[in-house]
């Protein structure tokens, strides 16, 4: 009787999962196996409000593994020490696991691979719809601007979603550790779980996301992104089943699930690109401790700006729309350190992807892969454009929800300004610069 082991790393799923749809029909016996690693927490990467999601993902899967007959076994520690003890214990014949694009994912594929030796099988195309690699430019190791990248997705083969395990046969044996728990700074998070994702997925409708993606106070986004981050949804079989939906609606959002890939493609050949510039520009960028607090505490006197920050301190998520100009203030108009932004999202967001993040982060500050490094989002021209009426302004800014429409994203323009409520940091007429202003005098604003 053959025995196979399934690491379940960001593929928290049953369906569409290549590393256990391998083990299955492989072997006799499968033992899924998550293990809670000490250098996730070291790393900064276990922020509560993905550590409590995390935690519902995993009781999610064991229920679903247990209804096809198996169980998650948890182990605590180093997950290439703990997984190559489990293969002893089992005299496992193989170790799956999805391919990874973060240097830390890769680095656990590389002690795994000296634990495990010819044993160990990585699965590609597990997180993305489309592998890093799949597609490269003449003479590079992968595309650096998305238009191109778009036009060679199109054309690159992606295979059919595979169905979920029916029938698991998990030895009874083995212990292993209780299922974590954890508890979130947000008020409210996503229900988690495979079950949830895709229940989220047959009530969201397509039809209008072209024209209210960026809609901040419709919010006609799909809010797949944490389930996309964890694996509770797979990324291929998401784009086959808005492919089958068809319109224009499904096809703005595969375009997105196409800038998803693109991000984890760059991120796999430059894996510093978390941390170091992608394109070096040489900005010496600001330190201001105050203002980054301002910032991060969403009490900067722009209330578009601050309502996105509340928004992803209250909930743990935040519009994409908002992470935009949000991002865009602090590198372009503050002029701080893109760094200090991308580490703040990461430490409050659920669908914190390094890939997705630090790569978006890059592109709002221009030294990433956006071909216009000087664009600047103005907050005040964003806010007139995708908040018209101020509803979503309203929503998160209570202090000041009695300013009528529009007049809500200039407060220092009332005649009596709110009580409470901060003024602008930086003159509202120079937000459109890259090269910040001085500070505003207080007895300058209108209506003060």
């Not at 809010?223 to 996309?228: A, F, G, M």
């Not at 964890?230 to 800038?259: D, K, M, P, T, Y």
């Not at 493609?265 to 040489?282: E, I, K, N, S, W």
Request: aromatic share 8%.
């Amino acid at each position: 009787m053959t025995l196979a082991i399934v690491l379940f790393t960001q593929d928290l799923r049953l369906h569409d999962n290549p590393a256990l749809h391998a083990a299955r029909t492989g072997a006799d016996q499968v033992v899924p196996l998550f293990v809670t690693d000490p250098a996730v927490t070291a790393a900064g990467f276990a922020a509560p409000n993905r550590t409590a999601f995390l935690a519902g993902c995993l009781a999610d899967l064991d229920a679903n593994l247990r209804r096809a007959g198996g169980r998650l076994l948890v182990r605590e520690g180093d997950t290439a020490e703990q997984t190559a003890k489990l293969a002893a214990e089992t005299g496992a014949a193989a170790v799956h696991v999805a391919a990874g694009v973060s240097g830390y994912a890769r680095r656990r594929e590389q002690r795994l691979r000296r634990a495990l030796g010819d044993r160990l099988r990585v699965h590609e195309g597990s997180l993305t719809a489309v592998p890093p690699g799949a597609v490269l430019p003449a003479g590079r190791d992968h595309y650096a601007v998305f238009t191109p990248y778009h036009r060679a997705w199109q054309q690159a083969p992606r295979r059919t979603p595979l169905p979920p395990p029916r029938d698991l046969r998990t030895p009874e044996d083995l212990r292993g550790a209780p299922l974590p728990t954890a508890t979130p700074t947000a008020r409210r998070l996503p229900d988690p779980g495979e079950d949830a994702a895709r229940r989220a997925w047959q009530h969201w409708r397509t039809e209008n996301y072209a024209d209210l993606h960026d809609d901040l106070a419709a919010d006609g986004t799909s809010h797949l992104s944490p389930y996309l981050h964890f694996g509770c949804l797979s990324a291929n079989e998401l784009v086959h089943l808005a492919e089958r939906r068809g319109g224009h609606g499904a096809e703005a959002f595969v375009r997105q699930l196409v800038w998803r890939d693109f991000h984890h493609q760059v991120l796999a050949a430059r894996p510093d690109a978390a941390r170091a510039d992608y394109r070096p520009r040489h900005d010496r960028w600001r330190e201001d401790p105050e203002e980054l607090a301002a910032w991060r505490e969403g009490r900067t006197g722009f209330p578009i700006v601050d309502a996105g920050m509340r928004q992803l301190a209250e909930t743990g998520w935040m519009h994409n729309r908002a992470r935009l100009l949000t991002a865009s203030f602090l590198a372009k108009s503050l002029y701080l350190d893109w760094r200090s932004g991308a580490d703040h999202f990461l430490h409050h967001l659920v669908d914190g992807d390094l890939a997705n993040n630090q790569l978006n982060w890059q592109w709002v500050a221009g030294t990433g892969t956006d071909t216009r490094p000087n664009r600047v989002l103005n907050p005040l021209t964003q806010a007139d454009r995708y908040d018209p009426d101020g509803a979503y302004v309203r929503r998160w800014v209570p202090e000041l929800a009695h300013l009528p429409g529009g007049a809500i994203h200039r407060p220092w323009k009332s005649v009596r300004r709110p009580a409470g409520y901060p003024l602008p940091l930086i003159p509202p007429d120079s937000t459109g610069h890259r090269l910040r202003t001085a500070r505003i005098p207080q007895d300058t604003l209108p209506g003060v």
